[in-house]
């Protein structure tokens, strides 16, 4: 047994050790077997409209400038000038032809190159002008910008394995792919950043920590058929560590306010559109919700009105910061995007009606887990008796949780066994016209 992991297939029982939780040697084993050797999230496409503009983003640790150069292409690179390491972009973003360093005056172009430093004939003829450091791999898919520092890693799409087929679903939304939205929620918990990783695809916690949301919803429209919605769900292995939890189509809409009859035919024509370029199986099962991990800290939550991008950063043993988005059809009318921002807003934002409720637990957690000797160990069990993983059950965490181990300790644990997925799950997209490649750059 792991001195991590008790994965025991007999009884059947998956715990985890609580030390990985606050363990600095254990943190510190993640940064360089994790956080420096997998696909990263950077950011989306779209985020940048125009040449020139840039984002400035912490991955892995490392302080990053996100940006289109000149001619329209995507750049990623450190943000520290390679004079005497100072910090080059000190904006969170913009739009600048050059980026010039406060420290000596050093300036360089979007496309990394050193296009003027002050004095510059103290230098001599023969200095060698050095230009700005990128990361080992930079990769996107379907919009989707990830960076790795780890030069010998697989291509991005080998990576993704089954995860790339829900990024299609949920680019898939739209004729002309998803858009992020201007605005961005940035916060932060005093918790391990495997509890959030952990929480972000917990059906088993909302009825629970959400009671006051649902008691809300249910004043609001009257019962709620949770065991139906549960009954018809799945928990799904993506292969590399990833995961998803999926409901079926029309299972979302309880989260977000009601629509209008003017909006509700507005979505309607879209799936329309959708349903006659892609068929009807992709359509239904683009309806339906999601919520994934990719390995190691990326979150797609696509709940109907809120596709929430996630990215969460450890920063200590018990601390963690995240950054989130919302993506959105670009044809979307005014009210359903309205609608989509009031749900990212007072749903999934900092103050709404989730996020504080499960910084709460969280943190609760992490505090027993710094002082509480007696209790050594967390359970993730649930459902392991089952043929069918569905959305209650922590198939999916223990699918993290395994490659974590894989990764950390070098023991590899099977995964489980389940039934396999009916048609509905595994309806394909029929658009063969035009493929989805990953985008070198």
């Known amino acids: 047994m792991s001195q991590y992991i008790d994965d025991d297939r007999r ?14 040697d254990v943190f510190a084993r993640e940064k360089e077997k994790i956080f420096d050797k997998t696909w990263l999230y950077l950011g989306h496409e779209t985020e940048l409209r125009k ?4 984002k400035t983003r912490n991955v892995g640790g490392r302080p990053l400038i996100f940006t289109r150069d000149k001619k329209g292409r995507i750049r990623v690179w450190v943000n520290s000038c390679p004079h005497r390491g100072a910090m080059l ?13 406060a420290y000596h005056g050093w300036s360089f172009s979007t496309s990394g190159d050193l296009v003027s430093m002050p ?12 230009g700005l450091a990128a990361p080992a791999k930079v990769d996107s898919y379907r919009g989707f910008v990830f960076v790795s520092f780890d030069p010998e890693i697989v291509d991005l799409k080998t990576y993704l394995a089954g995860a790339a087929e829900y990024l299609d ?6 004729v002309e792919g998803m858009e992020a939205l201007e605005g961005t929620h940035h916060y932060s918990a005093r918790a391990n950043w495997k509890l959030l990783v952990e929480n972000s695809f917990d059906g088993y916690h909302a009825m629970s920590t959400h009671q006051r949301y649902f008691e809300m919803i249910v004043a609001a429209r009257g019962p709620i058929d949770a065991g139906s919605s549960l009954a018809n769900s799945r928990s799904i292995n993506l292969g590399n560590g990833h995961a998803v939890t999926v409901g ?4 979302g809409d309880i989260f977000g306010r009601a629509l209008s009859a003017e909006a509700r035919a507005e979505r309607e024509a879209r799936y329309e559109r959708l349903r006659a370029k892609y068929g009807e199986g992709w359509v ?17 939550i696509d709940l109907v009105m809120g596709v929430v ?13 995240v950054t989130a988005w919302e993506l959105a059809p670009p044809e979307e009318g005014p009210e359903l995007k309205r609608q989509r921002l009031d749900n990212f807003l007072t749903f999934w934002g900092p103050g709404g009606l989730a996020s504080p409720d499960d910084v709460e637990m969280l943190e609760s957690a992490q505090s027993a887990y710094a002082s509480v000797a007696e209790l050594e160990w967390s359970d993730i069990s649930r459902g392991m008796h089952s043929n069918v993983p569905i959305q209650s059950d922590e198939y999916q965490m223990r699918t993290f949780w395994r490659r974590w181990n894989e990764i950390i300790t070098g023991e590899v644990l099977p995964p489980e066994e389940y039934d396999p997925l009916p048609g509905y799950w595994t309806a394909p997209r029929l658009d063969l016209e035009a493929d989805t490649p990953v985008t070198s750059f």
Do not use: H, Q, W
Request: with cysteine; proline share 10%; charged share 25%.
């Open 309 to 321: 991008i996630r990215k969460i950063d450890p920063i200590a043993p018990d601390y963690m910061e």
């Open 51 to 54: 040449p020139n503009d840039f």
């Open 284 to 300: 239904e099962r683009l309806n339906g919700i999601r919520n994934m991990v990719i390995f190691p800290n990326l979150v797609v």
């Open 89 to 101: 972009c000190r904006e969170g973003s913009g739009n600048a032809r050059f980026m010039t360093c």
């Open 248 to 251: 079926a189509s029309g299972s």
């Open 11 to 24: 009884m059947p029982r998956f715990r985890v050790n609580r030390k990985v939780m606050t363990d600095p």
């Open 169 to 174: 679903l949920v680019s898939d939304m739209s």
């Open 119 to 130: 004095g510059d004939t103290a230098y001599g003829p023969g200095f060698e002008r050095p």
